[in-house]
């Protein structure tokens, strides 16, 4: 399994303007592809990302992408868009129990974090 801000959307329905596929979307579809990789479906909105923008550009940069294996051991994953609080991007949450019902989650990111001297080893 990966999770990743992949920086560049995957179909041309995952942005809300016509700007078109980058030279490296059939690059990345390829990858895809010819890793046998499964992108888990998301629930909660169709974008994880805006420039916030008075007219926003919305696009789809974040996935989580697992190999045929890790889904037959987790068939009831799903990925989880919480709201936008700080960021320009929407924090995910990835669930294998797709039975239980998410109870209200808040991201929470406090600054003060980066500056703790094990910061940078936990992350």
């Given at each position: 399994m990966v999770a990743e801000d992949f920086?560049?959307?995957r179909f041309a329905n995952k942005t809300n303007k016509?700007?078109?596929l980058s030279r490296f979307s059939c690059l990345f579809y390829s990858i895809i592809a010819s890793q046998e990789l499964?992108?888990?479906h998301m629930t909660g909105g169709r974008y994880t990302w805006s420039n916030n923008q008075s007219y926003p550009t919305?696009?789809?940069l974040d996935r989580v992408l697992v190999s045929k294996g890790w889904e037959n051991l987790?068939?009831?994953?799903?990925?989880?868009?919480l709201p936008r609080e700080v960021s320009d991007y929407n924090p995910l949450i990835l669930t294998t129990k797709a039975?239980?019902?998410?109870?209200?989650i808040m991201f929470k990111f406090e600054l003060s974090w980066v500056k703790?001297?094990?910061?940078?080893?936990?992350?």
């Open positions: 920086n560049i959307i016509d700007t078109g499964i992108d888990l919305l696009e789809r987790f068939s009831r994953a799903l990925v989880h868009k039975d239980q019902p998410l109870r209200q703790h001297p094990d910061f940078p080893n936990l992350v």
